[in-house]
DNA sequence: AATCATTTTGGGAGCGCTCCCAAAATCTTA
DNA sequence: TAAGATTTTGGGAGCGCTCCCAAAATGATT
C-alpha cells in the first residue's frame, strides 16, 4: 500500500488538492459543509501529509536542532542535561516542533553534522547548549550562516548571537554571602572550568561576595572542577590543607563529590564544614544531608530558549535577543543554617 | 542571499544539474576531471544540499526517531536514558543518520507526535525506548503503519516486532546466586514495577536462583520500587522488618536509595545487609561504599539498536530481528565479598 | 433580474532534488 | 577509418506539497 497523497484524498471527496490542503491547513475559505466531508475522508483514510513535500514547498521544516558540543561526557554525568533536554523538548511539543539531537564528540562530528544544521531543508532554527570556549567556533559558523541561533548560556564572544542566561555572578554571590552571614570566615570554592563562562561568571560572584565582605580572597581556597561528581571529590581533597569551613561548589553534582571527600576526611557537615552547591537538581536532596543550593529553573530554562528561538524564526534575527532567568537560594541543611537556632 | 541549488553549482562548474548530482552522491560514472572542477565549486561556495529536496526525490530522509514513551519522569532521574541516548546519538553519527527525540509525556503529546513518526517524509524509522505496559498502543500502532521499528527492550506483546533487549532473568539469576553463594539466606528483591518486562524478567531470575538454591520465596522480602532512588529507599524501609542480610535491587539508583534506608537503620554495609544493584553506570561507584552490580552495555546497546533499525530499513521488515546482549556481574564492596579472606 | 462585491474553488507553477532514458563523447577493435 | 561497445553527460518527469491567480459560485444591492 503506497502512501496516500493529497490527491488521493481530494479524489476520494469530490474536491481539489488545494481545497484539501487548505481544510489541513485551517484555512478560513472553506465551505463548512465542504471541510467536514474532507475532514471526515482524512479521519478514514488516516492520511497525514508528506513533512518533506511540506518542507520543500514552504521552506518550513518545523524542525528544531539541539547541539550539544564536545560536552559529551560531562553531558551523561550531570543531571542538568537531561532537565534542560526536557524543558526544550516539552516546548517543542507545545509549538509542534520536531527536536533534532546532535551530540558532538569530536571535530569530525561536527564536520559531518554542520552541513547538516547549516542549511535550511531540515531545521528551521538551531539551539547549542554553550558557554565553553571549545564551542566558539561551531556558534560562529552557525552565525554566518544565517541560521536563526539561540545559545543556551552566554558565550565567549556574544556580539550579534541571541543567547538565554542566568545572572551566575549574582546568584553565586548570594550562595557566598549567605555563608558568610553564617559566620563562616574561610569559604572556599570549588570552581567550574575557567574555560566556561559558568565556571567563570560563578567564580567572579564569589570573588565580589569575599571582597564586599572584607575577607581577603586565597588563591588555595580556590580549586576547579569539571562538573563531575569525582571532580568535585578531588577538588575537595586538594582544598583539604587550607582548611576551609566553607565551601560554595559550582554544582550540586561537585558539591556531592566535595562532601565525599570532606566526609571521608572525617569532618561532620555542617558542623566542622559548610556546603552550597548550584542546580537544585533532584540528587541535592537525596544524599544524607540535605544540600542547600542555588535553584537555578533549568526545565523552563530550556523552554524559554525554545520560546526565543520561535522567536527568532518568525520576527527576524535582529536585535539579538538576550534573556537572564533568576535563581534562588533554597536553604536546606548542608549550609548551617539550622544550626544557628 | 538566497540558498544556493544544484543548477546554480552546475552553471558555476559549466555542467548540468545531474552530473553536479552524480558527484555529490559519489556515482562512478563522471570523468575524473569534472569531478574535481564541480568539488571545487561546491567547496567555494559552501554548498550544501537541500534536505527536504533529497528526502522528497529520494523517499530517505535519513532521519532515525527516537521516542521515550511515558517514562519521561524517570528519564531524568535515572541516568541509564541519557547513557542509552549517546549510543544511539553516536551510531547515528557514524552512520549519518539524523536523530529526533520524541519525549510522549501525556496522551496527548502521543496524539500530537504521532503522525510525525508514522508517516514517512520524516522519518526512514523509529525506535521505541519500551518494555513498559502503557507503551504497547504506541508500539503496536506502529507496527501497523509499517514504518520501520525496533523496540529498546523487550514489549509486553513482541510477535512481529523487533526488539534488542538483555537476558534479565539470567542476569539476576546470577546476582543472587552469587548474594547466595556468600552466605546470605534472607535475600530481599527491590524489583521494578510489574508493568514493566525489565521489572517481571529480573524478579523471575530472584526467584528462579532462590529456587536453585533451595531457598523459600518470602513475599515479605519482595518489594517494588518504581527505578527511582527515593523510590528505592521506600521500598528498603518496607523491607527492614523482614530482617534481609541482603538485597538485590533492580537499578544502581534505586541500590543507592535503599543503602541509604539501611544506613539510616543503623545497619552496617555489607556487613550486616549486602547489596546487588543493575546497570553499572558511573554512580555506583560514587558512594561511600562501591556498589556490586550487573553491568549492561547500555551504550552498545543502544548503538546495536541503531544498527538494528538500519538493517530493517535496508533489507526489509521481515523476519523480525531479535538482539540479546549479555551482561557481567561486576563484584565490588557492597555485596560482601571482600568479607570472605 | 441584472449588476457588482465577496467567498469559495481549481489548476498551474514551482520548491530542489533524484532517477531514468536517450544523446553525445570517448574508447575499442578490426 | 568505420563500426560497434562503452562511458559520460544532459534534460525531462516526478516526488507531494504550498502559493498564487483566475474562474466559478454565491450573496448583496438596486
Redesign the interface.
Same mark, same amino acid.
Given at each position: 500500500?503506497a502512501?496516500l497523497t493529497l490527491e488521493d484524498i481530494a479524489r476520494q471527496a469530490g474536491v481539489s488538492r488545494s481545497t484539501v490542503s487548505r481544510v489541513i491547513n485551517g484555512s478560513p475559505n472553506v465551505r463548512e459543509s465542504v471541510r467536514k466531508r474532507v475532514l471526515e475522508v482524512i479521519q478514514q483514510t488516516g492520511y497525514? =501529509?508528506? #513533512? #518533506? #513535500? %511540506? @518542507? +520543500?514547498a514552504s521552506q518550513r521544516?518545523w524542525?528544531l536542532g539541539?547541539v550539544l558540543p564536545h560536552s559529551?561526557s560531562v553531558?551523561? @554525568?550531570d =543531571?542538568y542535561? =537531561?532537565?534542560l @533536554?526536557?524543558g526544550i *523538548?516539552?516546548a517543542c511539543?507545545q509549538y509542534?516542533y @520536531? $527536536? *533534532? +539531537?546532535?551530540?558532538v564528540?569530536t571535530k569530525e &562530528?561536527e564536520e559531518?553534522?554542520f552541513? %547538516?544544521i547549516?542549511?535550511? !531543508? $531540515?531545521l528551521d532554527g538551531v539551539l547549542v547548549q554553550s558557554g565553553h570556549h571549545g564551542d566558539q567556533q561551531i556558534i560562529w559558523r552557525l552565525v554566518n550562516s544565517?541560521m536563526p541561533l539561540v545559545v543556551a548560556g552566554r558565550p565567549f564572544r556574544s556580539d550579534g548571537v541571541s543567547y538565554i542566561d542566568i545572572d551566575n555572578v549574582k546568584a553565586s554571590y548570594n550562595a557566598v554571602s549567605h555563608l558568610i552571614r553564617l559566620g563562616r570566615r574561610r569559604v572556599a570554592t570549588i570552581a567550574g572550568p575557567a574555560h566556561s563562562t559558568v565556571g567563570l561568571d560563578r567564580r567572579e560572584g564569589y570573588v565580589k561576595a569575599l571582597y564586599e565582605h572584607g575577607l581577603e580572597v586565597n588563591e588555595s581556597l580556590i580549586a576547579e572542577g569539571d562538573f563531575t561528581?569525582?571532580g568535585g571529590y578531588s577538588a575537595m581533597q586538594s582544598l583539604l590543607p587550607a582548611k576551609p569551613d566553607a565551601v560554595f561548589a559550582a554544582s550540586d553534582i561537585m558539591a556531592? !563529590?566535595a562532601m565525599?571527600a570532606a566526609?571521608?576526611a572525617g569532618l561532620r557537615i555542617p558542623h566542622d564544614i559548610a556546603f552550597v552547591g548550584f542546580d537544585d537538581l =533532584?540528587i541535592a536532596t537525596?544524599? &544524607?544531608i540535605q544540600l542547600t543550593t542555588v535553584r537555578q529553573p533549568v526545565v523552563q530554562f530550556g523552554y524559554k530558549a525554545v520560546e526565543l528561538l520561535i522567536d527568532l524564526i518568525e520576527n527576524g534575527l535582529n536585535p539579538p535577543r538576550r534573556v537572564i532567568m533568576d535563581t534562588e537560594l533554597i536553604v536546606r541543611d548542608s549550609c548551617g543554617a539550622s544550626l544557628q537556632s
Open positions: 500500500m502512501e497525514h =501529509p508528506n #513533512a #518533506a #513535500a %511540506r @518542507t +520543500l521544516s524542525t539541539l559529551v553531558f551523561f @554525568t =543531571p542535561f =537531561p532537565h @533536554t526536557k *523538548a516539552q511539543n509542534n @520536531t $527536536l *533534532a +539531537l546532535f551530540l564528540g &562530528d559531518k553534522i552541513p %547538516r547549516s542549511r535550511k !531543508g $531540515l544565517k561528581e569525582s556531592i !563529590g565525599r566526609r571521608e =533532584p537525596l544524599s &544524607d
